[in-house]
């Protein structure tokens, strides 16, 4: 990763650090898909994943822990299976802050995280 993106993630740890104690939305836009989910923000860090041959998961996340639900399109919610949810890293292309809000781009989707 460049200095650039280093300090980037950085950024975004802080940020995130300062929300812990909240329940945050998380919405994940890819392609046409957008994916809406809640957590109850208790922990950050930074995880590097086991290699995957498929390249289907990031080798570097910021993984949220909290218990959370997922909100489907029809109104229904069911707990996250894991008591986290994980941001990949790998390839990011911007992140923009503000106390309330964040936005962070990656190769694959954009993120909006809410608190």
Do not use: C
Request: hydrophobic share 35%; glycine share 6%.
């Amino acid at each position: 990763m460049s200095e650039m993106t280093n300090k980037a993630i950085e950024l975004l740890l802080q940020e995130l650090q300062g929300w812990v104690g909240y329940e945050i939305t998380i919405e994940k836009k890819e392609r046409n898909d957008l994916d809406k989910n809640t957590l109850a923000l208790r922990g950050v860090e930074i995880v590097n994943q086991i290699e995957d041959e498929d390249d289907y998961v990031d080798p570097h996340t910021i993984q949220l822990k909290g218990n959370g639900t997922v909100l489907q399109k029809n109104g229904n919610t069911f707990k996250l299976p894991l008591d986290s949810y994980e941001l990949p890293i790998h390839e990011l292309y911007s992140i923009e802050a503000s106390s309330e809000l964040l936005t962070v781009k990656t190769d694959r989707a954009t993120y909006i995280l809410k608190k």
